[in-house]
C-alpha cells in the first residue's frame, strides 16, 4: 500500500479522498497518515486530501439535489425512509450540519441529505470544507506529535 502511495503521490490522495467521501468505502485518514509516514510534505498532503473529500462530499450533495432515488439506492445505499429521518436534523441544524459530513458512515448521509433538502449550497459548501480541513488538519497534528 505504501509503494502505490508514493508511485502516486499527492494526486492518488486527493483522488482516493475524493472517492473515500463518495461509493468507495475506505479511509482517506490512512490514506493521509501513509502518505506522511513515506515522508510526503505535509501542506500538500493536507491541501491534497481536503479539497478531494470536500469535492466528494459536494458530489453526494449534488446527487442529493438531483433527488433520483435508483442513485441514492444504488450508489449510497440510502433508503428513502433513511433520509427521511434525517429531515428533522437538517430542518433543525440546516447548513451547520455540513461540518459533520467528516464523520464516517453518517457524513455521507448528512451531505446527500443536505442536497436532498437544498440546503443553503454556498454556506453548506463552506461549512463541509470547514470540517473537513479540521478533520484532516487533527491527523497530520497527531501523527507528527506522535511520532516526535
Partial sequence: MLEILQQWGVWGLFAGSFLAATVVPF?????????????????????????GNWLGGL???GIGWLGRWEWL???FRVKRSTLERQRARVDRW???????TWLPVVG???????????VAPWKSA????????LRFVAWTF???AAAV
Fill in 27 to 51: 479511509s482517506s485518514d490512512a490514506m493521509l497518515v501513509g502518505m506522511l509516514a513515506v515522508g510526503c510534505e505535509p501542506v500538500s498532503c493536507l491541501v491534497a486530501a481536503t479539497l
Fill in 142 to 144: 497527531l501523527y507528527y
Fill in 126 to 133: 463552506l461549512f463541509m470544507l470547514a470540517g473537513k480541513a
Fill in 73 to 75: 439506492e444504488r450508489w
Fill in 59 to 61: 458530489t453526494s450533495y
Fill in 94 to 100: 440546516g447548513a451547520w450540519l455540513a461540518l459533520l
Fill in 108 to 118: 455521507d448521509l448528512f451531505a446527500i441529505a443536505l442536497g436532498f433538502y437544498r
